[in-house]
């Protein structure tokens, strides 16, 4: 053994203890591992938990990195012995589903490496003929991103409805919100990749260079290396952004006037609002974003109609001229009830970073740290309006789920990159977004229940979805899920992380 620290011991003893024999492992772990290595209940407490707060799994021990070596060692260790332990990197466990867990394993923390970079994790480069860029440590935060590049009047064109999301975490899922009809997903504007790969490697992959890594990454589910750093598109940012919310009482006019406003062709296109969004408003939706005068009126609507249907829009602007853009945007949209159409004028960080205001709020509540039975689907166009039927009207509705946060929106399958892991309905041009965002203190299993019927739904009718930031119980559900993306994704996992050991939480080939 190179050292005899009781962590070293500790550890080690975990490893015997994880293995199907008693044999003793010939495991050297390096000191300076070993001092960023911990073993406390407090560390595996809090590697243990996610937002979701529904998986609970615990770790041998969890990695403080201060170094991107640290990482490699720690994966060095695990590839070249012959009980290779499992790592997850952590961003900020926001998944809802133990994805950024190990059970057994070692969970990375990564937010640790800020001391390392020393104020180095956010670098811009570039200039306007050529085009601005950053270059991002894995483990930073994109509300930081946000700060940073704004103080050079620049920023990130695709966004996530949260901020405090890492680069890391959100780029082996998609990174979609608002703008993403737009520009794409937060995956498809990054230029290159740092990967730490399964087998300790670090390589820096581009669209032409080491391509099979580069594409498998991006949406990748942590499955082929660890991000370490990301080269981001960014672009002259705008100060302020008109922010609309505009009620419909039925769901053809709703859908209609979304995908009015997404159209590259129609006549409306030159008004293409920056964000679009949409929500349900059922009897229990919090009305914060509109005038108190107006809540009255809103209620009686929701009481009319049971749902009512809101597209959310922004655009950003810097000078006054802009305003004619909402004007022409208004007049291309046909079915919205008259008289309900509210406007909000923020600056460019305030909407971005609006979900922030939201956490504070619920923080303040205790209704932050509770379990987060979230469903994400992606519905392809042609069943959207039997989604509203059987999930919005037959199950939420008539079970009265009326106080849940549903998002939907669409997007445009144009603007994902067919190369890359991350996962969209086959075939149709558009597809919806449908988020059910609930939180429940005492009954989440309410929620995942009712979670499960609607996706009976979609199965016994025919609905070809896809998951979005999903948990699948078997290998043969994820296989599924990948479709005719599973072989090269199963061929890069033995390429790139043969013995298993990245992101276990996902239960891909962990199961
Ligand atoms: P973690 O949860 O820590 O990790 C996610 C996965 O990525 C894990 O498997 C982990 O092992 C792996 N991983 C983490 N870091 C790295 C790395 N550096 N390299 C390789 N793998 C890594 N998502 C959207 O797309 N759009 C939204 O609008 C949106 N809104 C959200 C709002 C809230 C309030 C919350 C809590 C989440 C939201 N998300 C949204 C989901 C979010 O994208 C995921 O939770 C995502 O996993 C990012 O969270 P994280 O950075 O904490 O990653």
Redesign the pocket.
């Known amino acids: 053994m190179a050292t005899s620290s009781p962590i070293t011991i500790y550890f080690i003893a975990l490893f015997v203890a994880s293995s199907i024999t008693s044999t003793m492992l010939a495991i050297s772990v390096p000191p300076e591992l070993t001092d960023n290595l911990h073993t406390d209940s407090g560390a595996i407490k809090l590697a243990s938990i ?2 979701g707060r529904i998986i609970k799994e615990k770790p041998f021990a969890v990695l403080y990195p201060s170094s991107l070596d640290d990482i490699r060692t720690l994966i060095n260790l695990s590839y070249s012995s012959s009980f290779p332990y499992t790592i ?8 809802t589903w133990g ?2 867990q190990a059970n057994k394993g070692v969970v990375v923390q ?1 937010s640790s490496l800020n001391s390392f970079r020393n104020g180095t994790g956010i670098l811009i480069s570039g200039d306007r003929s050529s085009g601005f860029y950053a270059d991002v440590g ?2 930073q935060l994109w509300i930081d991103v946000l700060n940073a590049t704004l103080a050079r009047g620049l920023s990130p064109v695709s966004w ?3 901020l405090y ?2 680069i ?3 780029l ?6 608002g703008q993403t009809y737009r520009k794409g997903p937060q995956i498809t504007n990054v230029l290159e990749l740092d990967v730490l790969t399964g087998k300790g490697e670090f390589v820096t992959c581009t669209s032409q260079k080491d391509t099979e890594l580069f594409y498998a990454v991006l949406g990748g ?2 499955q082929f ?4 750093r990301a080269r981001i598109v960014l672009e002259p940012a705008k100060e302020r952004v008109k922010w609309l919310r505009i009620l419909y009482s039925d769901f053809s006019s709703f859908s209609t006037d979304q995908e009015t406003l997404i159209s590259t062709t129609g006549p409306s296109h030159k008004v293409m609002p920056d964000y679009l969004e949409g929500q349900l408003l059922m009897s229990q939706s919090p009305l914060d974003f509109y005038p108190q005068s107006q809540h009255q009126k809103i209620t009686s609507l929701i009481n009319q109609y049971g749902i009512v249907y809101l597209i959310e829009v922004a655009t950003y602007y810097d000078n006054k001229n802009e305003d004619k853009r909402v004007k022409q945007m208004l007049k291309s949209l046909k079915g919205f009830v008259h008289g309900f159409v509210f406007e909000k004028d923020v600056t460019y960080l305030e909407f971005l970073n609006r ?1 922030h205001d939201e956490e504070i709020v619920l923080r303040k509540k205790g209704l932050w740290d509770i379990p987060h039975p979230w469903l994400n689907i992606f519905i392809p166009r042609s069943r959207i309006t039997d989604f509203d039927n059987g999930a919005f009207r037959n199950i939420l509705l008539k079970r009265n789920f009326t106080s849940s946060t549903v998002l939907v929106y669409p997007l445009l399958r144009s603007k994902w990159d067919e190369r890359m892991s991350a996962v969209i309905p086959d075939e149709e041009d558009v597809f919806y977004v449908v988020g059910f965002l609930d939180a429940s203190a005492d009954d989440w299993e309410t929620f995942d229940n009712r979670n499960k019927d609607i996706l009976q739904f979609c199965v016994n009718g025919g609905i070809k979805f896809k998951q979005y ?1 999903g948990h699948h119980a078997t290998k043969e559900e994820w296989i599924n899920h990948f479709g005719s993306k599973w072989n090269t994704f199963q061929q890069s996992k033995a390429r790139f992380d043969p013995k298993m050991i990245l ?1 276990p ?2 239960r891909i080939f962990n199961n």
Do not use: P, R
């Open positions: 996610d937002y997850a990197a952590k961003g900020q466990a926001h998944s994805q950024a990564m894995g483990e996530t409805d949260y999301l890492t890391g975490g959100t082996s899922n998609a990174g979609i919100s589910l942590g290396g660890i991000i370490t979900v930031l992101s939480g996902q």
